[in-house]
């Protein structure tokens, strides 16, 4: 963990682990396993990304993959 592009994605990460870990406990998950690759494996590629050099493509790519969560995960979605 050396640098900010380590911190960030891992932020990222651990935050759609534990969003997982939470949905995966409901009596009926909303989501699928699947709906968590895209945002888990782009954090893995905007860190490398990142890391190499390319930091306005991680940003950028970081920005999408928050956007994802929030459009296709909703973790702010109000409980019914």
Not at 9 to 22: G, K, M, N, Y
Not at 24 to 35: G, I, K, N, R, Y
Not at 55 to 75: D, E
Request: negative net charge; hydrophobic residues 50%.
């Amino acid at each position: 963990m050396e640098t900010v592009f380590d911190w960030l994605t891992v932020a990222i990460f651990a935050s759609i682990a534990v969003l997982f870990l939470q949905r995966s406990t409901q009596e009926t998950p909303s989501d699928s396993m699947w709906h968590y690759l895209p945002p888990t494996a782009g954090c893995a590629i905007a860190n490398q990304l990142g890391n190499n050099g390319y930091a306005l493509t991680a940003i950028i790519m970081m920005l999408l993959i928050l956007m994802y969560l929030v459009y296709f995960l909703k973790p702010f979605k109000s409980r019914d």
